[in-house]
């Protein structure tokens, strides 16, 4: 009998009624409950909550009964209209930006190692807009710290549903503010805000590491624990003493004086800065006492420290916003180490550090050992064809010597276009397509060397292998390409870059390439016999954690702006239109996310920063285990390689074929405005292995479009036949700047 209850039960929780989506999500910001705390209480993903909000799915048993259960205890403690009881504390809740989410995995603690400037890529800049009003300033008690309405704590993945680490129990950084009546306050995130004793820059140091209780766990298990870090206004900056800007001078050097009175009153109290001085992104620390660190890391937005071109307007919001949009970064990425570029490149530190403990010896001891995956604590010589001009390896090269492709290795995204064909200027639309996180996606799976390069001649290419290959590819004719096994295609070459170079042209000889380029000729059904190769017997996959830190980091926060994973091509499409102005702080922080994975590629290869450096001569990077050419090179071979493979598919199966491509945005001529007129898709499933529209990292999204006239009347203006359209296809805005006028 009982069993028949139990079946009565479950019948009756399968159909527990539900509030409408938008009261759902109502009732649980009304609370300070996150989608993450929602889930893990769930025990589903947060991705699943989303779509329970959005209306795009439903709960079934036995979710459905707790998740009716806790929606209707919601709906006692807040029915719908009613005021919000008054707190004794005031941090006014703003929507324009959640509180951060749930801690599940935060940035690792670094060592106090000085963080290198931003990676030469291509970036966008974001438009600037007003800033927000100032929020009213909150009212304090006496108490150490108190909580605003929006109050939530974060724990990480370890530690069960709804704990915290007490050492951090405060989150990973704080946003430190002086308000009029002489208080300083710290904005923590979750709507916390805590007030400061601190009179002095050393004295908020020593606060921050005693009594804020402010950090992060490790991302892996040999790593070390978060150092705090604080963002400082202009208010507190004045202060604590310090200049609310930077003079030129100082731009130009990145740092205050040594002499600067701030900088005297931390010597003093036995404080030390990097090699990097006090800059925008300064550390302070005390060396290592065994394990204990004392650390703690500077983020002052008026010395600008966030680049307006990934974090837009950040640098400008109140403290409370900011401290919530720089918290859902940190919670998803890691909690920023200096630019974008810089922490990108941190977080694969993080995430496979170089050394671990090894097993106790013999009198019960633990020593440091290398720690297996990762790039080591010591730099490797990059060969020779991967060396950047100016590398030391290159020193006995006449100064002015350009190198040849049989020399050096040139692996760079796509810059390529075309004159339009008859047919093509017939159609009235050209539209843009482009790759989400196009990088990401190349280094998704991608086998790289671990190690220092074997030299070795006449090998037999081995496509599993990571290195550099000196092969003559100018032999493979597009015009008849394998699209699949025993399947040929014959294609029109002359409408199609060679995948060989990033201008597009066809090779003319040996040259060095990348293994997954080399790979690519094999796969379209060609043989290479290289001369000579650079190969990495010691390799692996090391940029596949990071590669899913930030995939799911960027798809959390895409589905928090309503771009979910599961949408059909339609839905998609409308999905997207509009969806940074439907929470404007959110796509700031997806912005610094793209740009996190495109800048930490760059600074694999991070070029010299002035500092005196002259040709031949080693510099800073170079002393860096991550300084891997040859990485980077892969992950935009590999990334390159992909956008032609779906190239040549879509050629292959439509005839049609791109008049443009810039990196990760390729142009086609259509006859309709949308990427759906001209995409193949049958019962809304895409062709295999080419374009599918999407928010997953390797889809495509739409960029823009404009007309075939615009788009022959700006190359005729500017006389230029093959102006790359891709570049200003997004709002068809094309300057004598752009075009070198």
């Avoid at 004794?88 to 951060?100: F, I, Y």
Wanted: aromatic share 6%.
């Amino acid at each position: 009998m009982s069993e028949l209850f139990d079946a009565v039960d479950a019948l009756i929780a399968s159909r527990s009624p539900l509030p409408p989506p938008a009261e759902r999500k109502r009732l649980r910001q009304a609370h300070g409950l996150t989608l993450d705390e929602v889930a893990a209480a769930l025990q589903v993903r947060r991705a699943t909550v989303s779509g329970w909000e959005a209306g795009k799915t439903e709960p079934r048993p036995p979710e459905r009964d707790a998740y009716a259960r806790m929606l209707k205890q919601l709906a006692q403690l807040y029915p719908a209209n009613a005021p919000v009881p008054p707190e004794d504390t005031a941090v006014p809740e703003t929507p324009a930006v959640p509180a951060a989410p749930a801690l599940s995995a935060v940035e690792p603690a670094q060592a106090c190692t000085a963080p290198t400037g931003p990676a030469a890529e291509p970036a966008k800049t974001a438009p600037r807009s007003a800033a927000p009003a100032a929020v009213p300033r909150p009212a304090t008690t006496n108490r150490p710290a108190s909580r605003g309405p929006a109050a939530k704590k974060a724990g990480p993945a370890s530690t069960p549903a709804g704990g915290t680490d007490a050492r951090f129990e405060n989150g990973p950084l704080a946003v430190v503010d002086a308000v009029d009546d002489g208080k300083v306050l710290a904005y923590c995130v979750g709507g916390l805000v805590l007030d400061v004793p601190a009179k002095s820059l050393p004295s908020l140091v020593e606060w921050t590491l005693k009594e804020a209780k402010l950090g992060a766990p490790k991302l892996s298990g040999p790593g070390k624990d978060a150092d705090p870090l604080l963002v400082l206004t202009e208010a507190a900056l004045e202060r604590y003493g310090l200049p609310a800007t930077l003079t030129k001078e100082e731009r130009l050097a990145g740092r205050i004086p040594e002499g600067h009175k701030v900088i005297k009153q931390l010597v003093r109290a036995n404080w030390q800065l990097t090699k990097r001085g006090f800059g925008p992104w300064a550390r302070i620390y005390r060396p290592a006492q065994g394990a204990e660190r004392s650390c703690v890391q500077l983020c002052i937005p008026s010395w600008d420290a966030l680049d307006a071109r990934h974090w837009a307007d950040a640098g400008q919001l109140p403290p409370a916003d900011l401290a919530r949009l720089l918290g859902t970064y940190a919670a998803r990425v890691m909690t920023p180490r200096g630019s974008t570029a810089v922490t990108g490149l941190e977080l694969m530190t993080a995430l496979h550090p170089p050394t671990r403990a090894s097993e106790p010896d013999a009198t019960g001891k633990r020593h440091s050992e290398h720690n297996p995956g990762s790039l080591g604590k010591d730099p490797v010589d990059c060969a020779p064809c991967e060396a950047p001009d100016g590398h030391p390896v290159l020193a006995h090269l006449p100064r002015f010597h350009h190198r040849t492709p049989a020399e050096v290795l040139v692996e760079e995204a796509y810059d390529w276009a075309r004159p339009l064909t008859d047919a093509e200027c017939l159609r009235p639309h050209l539209v843009g397509i482009d790759v989400n996180m196009a990088f990401a996606a190349g280094a998704n799976g991608l086998n790289v060397g671990l190690g220092a390069p074997t030299h070795v001649k006449n090998p037999v290419f081995d496509p599993k292998l990571p290195g550099s290959w000196l092969v003559d590819l100018s032999h493979v004719d597009l015009s008849r390409v394998k699209v699949a096994k025993d399947k040929w295609a014959d294609l029109d070459a002359g409408l199609l870059p060679s995948p060989f170079t990033p201008k597009g042209e066809r090779p003319t000889g040996a040259a060095w390439y990348a293994t997954p380029t080399v790979a690519y000729a094999v796969e379209l059904g060609y043989d290479v016999a290289p001369v000579e190769a650079y190969v990495r017997h010691d390799n692996g996959r090391y940029l596949d954690a990071w590669y899913n830190r930030l995939r799911d980091a960027y798809l959390a926060t895409m589905a928090d702006l309503g771009v979910h994973a599961d949408l059909s091509p339609a839905e998609f499409l409308a999905a997207m239109d509009g969806y940074r102005q439907r929470d404007p702080q959110l796509a700031i922080v997806v912005s610094a996310i793209k740009a996190t994975v495109k800048g930490g590629i760059g600074k694999l290869r991070e070029r010299p920063r002035g500092e005196g450096w002259k040709p031949g001569q080693p510099w800073r990077a170079l002393a860096r285990p991550t300084w891997r050419p040859d990485i980077r090179a892969a992950v935009i071979s590999r990334t390159r390689i992909n956008m032609h493979r779906k190239i040549v598919k879509h050629a292959a199966f439509t005839g049609q074929y791109p008049v443009a491509i810039l990196s990760d945005c390729a142009v086609y001529a259509s006859d309709g405005p949308s990427p759906l007129d001209f995409l193949p898709y049958r019962d809304g499933k895409p062709l295999p292995g080419g374009f599918k529209l999407g928010v997953n990292p390797g889809l495509v999204k739409w960029e823009g479009t404009q007309s075939v006239l615009w788009g022959e009347g700006v190359r005729e203006q500017f006389n230029a036949p093959e102006l790359n359209l891709a570049r200003y296809i997004k709002d068809g805005t094309v300057t004598d700047q752009d075009t070198g006028e």
